[in-house]
């Protein structure tokens, strides 16, 4: 394939910067690419003159400062693909054509091609060498992968005075012709941006096998790929100026996102041409905009044979004076044409094609000129000219609902122009995509270091694995309203791009933001008791379907309150402070505290004034004398009149508990209502709990925190699923200073 430069060549506005930051991590298994001097002495990357450092190139010979350019563009290369085999690309620096108006910049491919290899993914298919190498993961031939050839001459000044090599990699090369961008061109070339079937005769390389792109090269006349179509409806295909398109998942998804609004032409009157219109925008003049420019048609008459070309100043200028000059293709330059349009007062321009296919280039460069222009078919302009006595009224618009490069199906317009142009039709995007793309098949000013769309081709391609997505949760098992955090993240690093969706089975659960272009998290504390089967979701940027996670199946664990989640008393130098709040205060009416001297009575009713804190009710004990023992239940009143008892808890006025302890569990064996003390040394948060045999919370008695003193919780024998099976249970205290154990038995 090779690149070409001529004085028509075009340039649409700036670079989009959001692919490049898409590609700017370094791939998993990122690929070397070496390059290979095929230079003799003293020539090209050998030539020994003295040159001086230049945007940020350290060369200071000519050779050197090639040579330098070439790494950097085989380094940004690197840096996206993942290869685990060595690429190399042999290039030198050779005499080729170059005109005044014209040049071949550089050409380059693959060295050798391969099918039905051990790893490749489409048999009887055709792939480069440097993407077999990869699928095969070692070197399928002892070539360099890659041939690379740039022209010489252009330093000479073939080209025109100031339009030389640029060797900087700063993007500013002023009139210059910037290398780097021609560099990452032909390598683009050489690692897979072509097909090896071919345009002019539509047969198959070798006539055996379609190469991998033309499984996604699109005849969209018939509706078929390269790979399925006939050698004369791949001929057709060729020159179908826009008919032609790439129908890879991953390219035409980015390319809604890169590619600009469509420039059309609307004519809105007279009714019976009225429509929209394809045009080229010109690399000169005003932008066109979403808001539009109107204005009538008038044919422009410059007095000289053919009158229309626009090519002599306009003697028509009173009739062109606040309208759109329509002028025909030919003789001079479209920066001609347009400042003769504007020196008559036209506010707008439009070239008709001088030939049958396509649409005229409309390009060059003149910042004096600062009306719209655009080019039209030939088959367009003579409608237009047709209607000219009852008056055209036209808009130069620019169509959000379509994009500039792509057809009305969202694929990406591959470069088929009528007639053929050997070496750059069917393997480059199509010049009609805005922004410029590095691919198209010729040097725009505009371009500097961003692989913008080719990176994608190459996915569709398969140079990258495809993605995947894994989900985990912490902590491994959850409770009741306890925080859950869910971890999804996309392998390989730096596929994933905008949020990841959760769901509990069918239900969406919610959405989180890619982080890193790679993981996203979702906390959650709604998941109700049981097994959740827990997947993630992502339509990742690059590919054709969502992928979704392997099934997580999450239990969530609800423990049943306990029929007294706390009851404490805390000895204080003023007396003992009773504090008790009820796991299921509806059970209860009325509760009150009884003292005695010894554990087995004779007990007594507490007068102490009671408050409430939290839920918590509070009494204090006034009366104890410091330094005596004194034992306190707590009894309970249900609606029924039935009373429960609960304690007894001892505590001493005056004293201060000294370590954290958990009492043995009483009654042991029992049927229900197991009564368990523990005591806290200081304030902290302790966690008092039921665990079945194999370590699961069945019930949880008490959580939060606590200040020091004496408790006393009691576990009905039940779980959030009801009655719990007969056997061996253990309570936990967790305190930030120790855990401790202490085992009951459940009979019934």
């Not at 088959?379 to 237009?384: F, K, L, R, S, Y």
Request: glycine content about 10%; aromatic content about 8%.
């Amino acid at each position: 394939m090779k690149t070409l430069i001529a004085r028509g060549s075009r340039g649409l506005g700036l670079l989009l910067l959001s692919t490049l930051a898409v590609f700017s991590a370094v791939a998993a298994d990122a690929a070397t690419i070496d390059i290979q001097n095929n230079n003799a002495a003293g020539v090209g990357f050998n030539d020994p003159t003295p040159r001086a450092p230049v945007g940020g190139n350290p060369g200071v010979t000519l050779g050197a400062q090639r040579l330098y350019i070439f790494q950097y563009a085989a380094d940004i290369w690197s840096r996206v693909l993942p290869s685990s085999v060595t690429i190399v690309v042999r290039a030198q620096f050779a005499a080729q054509t170059c005109t005044a108006t014209s040049a071949i910049l550089g050409s380059a491919g693959s060295s050798t091609i391969h099918a039905n290899f051990a790893g490749a993914p489409f048999a009887n298919t055709w792939y480069n060498q440097a993407l077999a190498n990869k699928l095969f993961g070692a070197d399928l031939s002892a070539n360099p992968d890659i041939n690379a050839t740039f022209n010489l001459n252009i330093d000479s000044g073939c080209f025109g005075p100031g339009q030389v090599w640029y060797y900087g990699v700063d993007g500013l090369e002023g009139p210059n012709i910037e290398l780097l961008p021609v560099v990452l061109h032909e390598i683009g070339h050489g690692l897979g941006f072509q097909t090896f079937t071919s345009g002019s005769t539509g047969a198959y390389n070798g006539g055996a096998f379609p190469s991998i792109a033309d499984r996604f090269l699109y005849d969209s006349v018939n509706n078929l790929h390269w790979s399925e179509n006939t050698a004369a409806q791949r001929v057709a295909s060729a020159i179908s100026i826009d008919k032609l398109a790439w129908d890879g998942a991953a390219v035409n998804k980015e390319a809604m996102t890169y590619l600009g609004p469509r420039p059309v032409l609307v004519i809105n009157s007279p009714g019976a041409i009225a429509g929209t219109y394809a045009v080229q925008t010109a690399t000169f003049g005003a932008a066109l905009t979403l808001a539009g420019a109107s204005g009538n048609v008038v044919l422009a008459d410059d007095g000289v044979a053919p009158n229309s070309d626009g090519c002599s100043p306009l003697v028509n200028g009173g009739a062109i004076l606040g309208n759109f000059a329509l002028i025909d293709r030919g003789t001079c330059t479209f920066v001609a044409k347009a400042l003769a349009a504007q020196a008559a007062g036209a506010t707008g321009l439009i070239v008709a094609n001088n030939v049958a296919a396509g649409l005229p280039g409309m390009g060059g460069t003149d910042p004096s000129i600062t009306i719209p222009c655009v080019g039209i078919s030939q088959a367009d302009g003579n409608a237009i000219k047709a209607n000219l006595a009852g008056g055209v009224n036209v808009t130069m618009i620019l169509d959000p609902s379509q994009k500039a490069g792509a057809d009305n199906n969202g694929r990406t317009l591959m470069y088929a122009p009528n007639p053929f142009a050997s070496g750059s039709s069917v393997s480059h995007f199509d010049i009609s995509l805005s922004p410029n793309a590095l691919m198209e098949p010729a040097a725009n000013a505009d371009l500097h270091d961003n692989l913008d769309l080719t990176p994608l081709m190459f996915r569709d391609l398969g140079w990258f694995q495809p993605a995947t997505l894994t989900l985990t949760a912490s902590p491994e098992k959850g409770t009741c309203e306890e925080k859950v955090l869910l971890t999804a993240t996309v392998s390989p690093a730096g596929e994933a791009k905008g949020v990841i969706e959760f769901f509990d089975g069918a239900n969406s659960i919610g959405v989180a933001d890619v982080i890193n272009n790679t993981t996203a998290t979702l906390s959650l504390t709604s998941l109700a008791m049981g097994t959740h089967a827990l997947t993630a979701r992502h339509t990742c940027y690059t590919c054709s379907t969502t992928v979704v996670s392997p099934v997580l199946n999450y239990e969530i664990n609800c423990p049943t309150p306990a029929l007294l989640s706390l009851f404490r008393a805390e000895p204080l130098v003023s007396g003992v402070e009773l504090r008790w709040q009820f796991g299921d205060a509806g059970r209860f009416v009325d509760s009150w505290i009884e003292r005695a001297a010894r554990a087995e009575g004779p007990w007594a009713t507490l007068a102490a004034d009671r408050r409430l804190e939290g839920g918590m009710t509070v009494a204090m004990d006034r009366t104890a004398v410091a330094g005596t023992e004194y034992w306190y239940r707590l009894v309970a009143r249900q609606q029924t009149g039935a009373t429960t008892l609960f304690g007894p808890l001892r505590a001493t006025a005056g004293s201060l508990v000294a370590r954290s302890e958990l009492g043995a569990v009483r009654p042991n064996p029992g049927k229900g209502n197991f009564t368990v003390d523990f005591s806290v040394p200081r304030q902290s948060n302790v966690r008092v709990s039921v665990l079945d045999v194999q370590g699961r919370e069945v019930a949880l008695l008490f959580s939060g925190p606590h200040g020091p003193g004496l408790y006393q919780a009691v576990w009905t024998g039940e779980t959030a699923k009801g009655l719990a099976p007969v056997g061996m249970y253990f309570v936990r205290y967790q305190a930030p200073d120790k855990v401790l154990f202490s085992r009951l038995v459940l009979a019934r």
